[in-house]
């Protein structure tokens, strides 16, 4: 792993944890045992940082995804490993992480929601080949679907609003989640479901 390499995954994982406002330049040496000077070297300011550790997430993000679905059965299962490993970062992730990115790096903001689109022809794309496989009822516009459940995905990143009702983000996302595919599912994805939700919930005892 290079130098570049290394001080990228180091800081991702400070900037999921602590967000992008608490983390330091000093904080991103110290845990990458380097020097601030050859930090600096690397990458000349925060900003610059926060940015290529943002593409690198994406892309290692995109290749985690793509490596399940290749491995899957079928896209339902793959979408339930993509939803545990959501579920597993939005865990360990600063709730003000991307209220920080907006209100500090609005450029930034701008380019991840560039990103947001291929995430959500990505997944129209998933659920039409669902409906191939019997899973997704075939009378709705994968397009809007996607769309209308990253929407409500990025209530996830309101801070406040959560707050204000006392509901923990990963219980909105289990709901929201699951109650999306149950929406769009045939009798046949419904009871695939909820055979998935049988046997995560018997691993979790």
Sequence with gaps: MSTQEHILDEASKLLARVGPQSM????????????????????????????????????????EVRAIFDSSSNCYDALFK?????????????LNYVDEIRRLYPEIFVHQQEQEKQFVLGLSQVLKKAQTEGHVVNVINTDIAAFLFLSTMRNLHRSDRLQSYGFDRVDVFDGAF????RGIATPEGIDYIDTLLHARNRQNL
Excluded: W
Excluded at 45 to 55: A, F, N, P, Q, V
Excluded at 84 to 92: N, T
Excluded at 178 to 181: A, G, Q
């Design 24 to 63: 330091t330049m000093d904080m991103v040496a110290r845990n990458c045992g380097i020097s601030k000077r050859t930090l600096y070297e690397t990458f000349p300011d925060k900003r610059t940082l926060i940015k290529e550790c943002i593409d690198a997430n994406h892309q290692r993000q995109d290749a």
């Design 82 to 94: 993509v939803y545990q490993r959501v579920r597993d970062y939005l865990r360990e992730s600063s």
């Design 178 to 181: 699951v109650n999306f595919l």
